[in-house]
């Protein structure tokens, strides 16, 4: 995962802690963070099932393997495209199936950047390693037949929502200071832009009683927004108070991919919202019953205003909180995603060869040599050395391509005198024989 899950704060992280909670139902889940933004010293109130490691952004397969003990898993689940790649070589080393949740288009989303050269580094990235997930989950049902279709994944995209936990209903009076709030990770480019346009164009035809509150990690472009008006206040933890002191919230975007959960959220806490179409692509509300939805700058400020009036924004809030309750209380979705995910692992195992179907056998190219305590192994094509323990070799030397891993099994229960067979034991060294490229 490319960050610590947390049900609250970074959009990211919510996502992600949906995913490990959802597996966690069913799984003892091995959580291997790389992280690329977040604190992983963050309260992530993840299951007791969950067993969480750091690993460094650059880690291998053995890293990711050697993080845990026990068996291997039944499958591994990516989050983000950017990191199917390490995932997809540990799936492929341990011989289970690759689940992926994209959460967006991120080519899309660099094409809309004007990033023609990191979409099509991102394109390349899904072309190769996609077709071979079994299940590919996505937030907005608008992303799944661009997705579906430029990869040729057929029905293999599913639509998981994004989901916030949903607070106990009360009755919500407006603070009638006329502060706006804008909330999420304001280093996400189409929040930067958002939070650009929303400080300027739109604040500036909005009466002078009313202020504007960004809060989210910034970068130094929304840094510099901070004036009389406008209050930049960084990474907040709990946002209730931050809901409760606002009298709109709003989402400004112009450009993106997937759905934006602070909508969701500020939907369960009963604040009206403004957005734009962008901001609730995929989501099936209904401008001027759940939200104000404005095209355009003027209209926007407009939009604002009108939420702002008592009685007007206590409809929008309360629509939308029933409408956010029904569709997206976490509770509800983690089950389905639950489901989704056990699914999936179940008809994969079904399809998959078992230990009497694979014949495992060394790559071609290696200098083997003995060693005192075990062998050392010279990949002349990699220049790789490779040092095995003496289990680890002795599983190596029985690759041979005629024997089963079932044979293999055995032969090592014999050879060390074993009372049990070590199934698991030698499919952990298989896995890290594969995932060093000796094994095949």
Not at 113 to 123: D, I, K, N, S, V
Not at 128 to 133: D, F, I, K, S
Not at 293 to 301: N, R, T
């Amino acid at each position: 995962m490319p960050i610590t899950p947390a049900p609250r704060g970074n959009g990211l992280a919510m996502r992600v802690w949906a995913l490990i909670t959802a597996a966690a139902r069913d799984h003892d889940v091995a959580l291997a963070v790389v992280p690329v933004a977040g604190n992983l010293d963050e309260d992530s109130n993840l299951p007791p099932e969950v067993t969480l490691r750091s690993l460094a952004v650059n880690s291998s397969v053995l890293d990711v393997l050697n993080a845990f003990q026990g068996p291997l898993p039944d499958a591994v689940l990516a989050a983000r495209l950017s990191l199917v790649p390490l995932a997809a070589a540990v799936a492929d080393a341990a011989d289970v199936p690759l689940l992926v949740d994209l959460d967006e288009d991120d080519v899309a989303l660099n094409q809309a950047l004007g990033r023609p050269e990191e979409a099509e580094r991102f394109r390349r990235l899904a072309a190769e390693h996609l077709p071979r997930a079994t299940l590919i989950t996505v937030a907005s049902s608008a992303d799944v037949e661009p997705i579906a279709g430029r990869y040729g994944l057929g029905a293999g995209v599913t639509t998981v929502p994004n989901c916030v936990r949903i607070p106990a209903r009360s009755r919500r009076v407006a603070p009638g200071a006329g502060r706006v709030i804008f909330l999420g990770n304001l280093t996400y480019p189409p929040n930067v832009d958002a939070a650009r346009w929303l400080a300027t164009d739109i604040l500036e035809a909005l009466p002078p009683d009313m202020s504007l509150d960004l809060v989210g990690q910034p970068d130094s472009a929304v840094e510099e927004l901070a004036g009389p008006r406008v209050r930049v206040h960084g990474y907040v933890a709990d946002l209730t108070g931050y809901y409760a002191n606002a009298d709109v919230a709003v989402a400004p975007l112009r450009f993106g991919a997937g759905t934006r959960i602070k909508v969701l959220e500020a939907f369960a806490h009963r604040v009206p919202v403004v957005t734009t179409p962008k901001g609730v692509q995929g989501l099936s509300v209904v401008d001027g019953v759940h939200a104000l939805v404005a095209k355009d700058g003027p209209s926007f400020a407009r939009a604002i205003e009108r939420a702002r009036q008592p009685d007007e924004g206590a409809r929008l809030a309360d629509a939308a909180y029933e409408w956010v309750a029904a569709h997206h209380d976490s509770d509800v979705v983690i089950g389905r995603l639950a489901d989704v995910l056990a699914r999936a692992t179940v008809d994969a195992a079904r399809a998959r060869p078992g230990p009497d179907d694979v014949r495992p056998r060394a790559a071609a190219g290696l200098d083997v040599n003995d060693a005192e305590d075990g062998l050392v192994v010279y990949g002349a094509t990699t220049g790789a050395v490779h040092h095995l323990n003496s289990t680890v070799a002795a599983v190596f030397v029985l690759c041979n391509g005629g024997l089963t891993v079932t044979d293999i099994t055995e032969e090592i229960q014999k050879a060390f005198g074993l009372d049990a067979a070590p199934a698991d034991e030698v499919a952990r060294c298989l896995a890290g024989l594969r995932g060093s490229g000796l094994v095949e």
